[in-house]
């Protein structure tokens, strides 16, 4: 019996350098020390035996499953540990930069948007504007309501509008809120400029995007008329573009402004003669603009016997892809190096 138990030892050694995986080193297992295994088929054997037999078996077996089990649970951590590192191994990512990439020089350069955000912004303190910023995520009060545009008015189908779950926010739809969150700061009479981001929920082409910038402009003051808003309008185009561009005033409906009206640029990007970019019209909405209805002074707590006022809300991106001749608005917000590289460096 301590024979067999020897050649056992020998076998189990062996077999268990050849077990590759875990499954391997558990049927190793199950076949030397497991229930009906090998040691326990030789303790069973020894009924017949010799008390002094049963003893020195008995003792030689207990030795050899000991051992058994902690060459066992050695293989099994190893293999664990051979697991892991071929995972990590295999998961391998090179984070270090080659010397190749860390002698490229790569020019930085400022987006085109905010390039011109701020020379309008130059453009408009040098006036006497102040420059106010407001926040993306709106309610309903300053995105619509105090903008004369109440639950039920269908001017609330223009804006298509990210609702939060709540259905009391909103991810602004334009930068008109900067209207009334101006008014609440400021006391008449007052003159602002905001740019930012706006949010709609609408399909892209060469000149829509779902998140775009637009710049408001506000100014309220005593007998302000439409010559003003046209002076500011003519002023900043002229600056940003350095030469006359053609642009015609036509009626544009906005709750917000009485009258209101739509300024279009003639199309840069085709000269007028229809693209992608004005939808075949030659025409280019930019700037929609006018004088502020006077329930939204009201809501602003402005005197509306004393002050009136104009607002503007310009299509930033748009003026930018006029500026730069740019064809499709989708690559301002591609985050290609290779686009933004174009405009200017550091
Ligand atoms: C408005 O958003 C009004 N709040 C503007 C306004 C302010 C009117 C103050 C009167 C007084 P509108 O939806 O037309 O209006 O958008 C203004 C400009 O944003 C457009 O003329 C256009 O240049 C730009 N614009 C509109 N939708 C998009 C879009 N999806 N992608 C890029 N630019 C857009």
Redesign the pocket.
Known sequence: MLDRLQKLSKQFEAELGEAASQADILAVKAKYIGKKGEISSILKGMKDASPEEKKTVGKESNRLKQEMHKAISQALSEREKQEIEEQLRQNRQDISLTKSLLGQRHPAAYHPVTIVQREIEDIFTSMGFTILNGPHIEDDYHNFEALNIPETHPARD??DTFWFSDMKHLLR????PM?VRGMETHTAPFKFVCPGK?F?C?D?DA????V???L???MVGENISVANLIYFMKVLLAEIFGKEVEVRLRP?Y?P??EP?F?LDIKCLICGGSGCSVCKQTGW???????M?HPRVLEYGQVDTDKYNGF?????????VMMRYGIDD?RYLHSGDLRFGQQFSEY
């Open positions: 223009m804006q739809t334009h930068t008109s209207q706006v709609r609408e892209t000149s829509h995007e779902m775009f910038h637009q408001e402009g506000m544009g906005f917000f402004v209101g739509e280019v909405e930019l700037l929609p603009c006018g502020v607002a503007f809300g310009l299509g930033l991106d748009r003026l608005i």
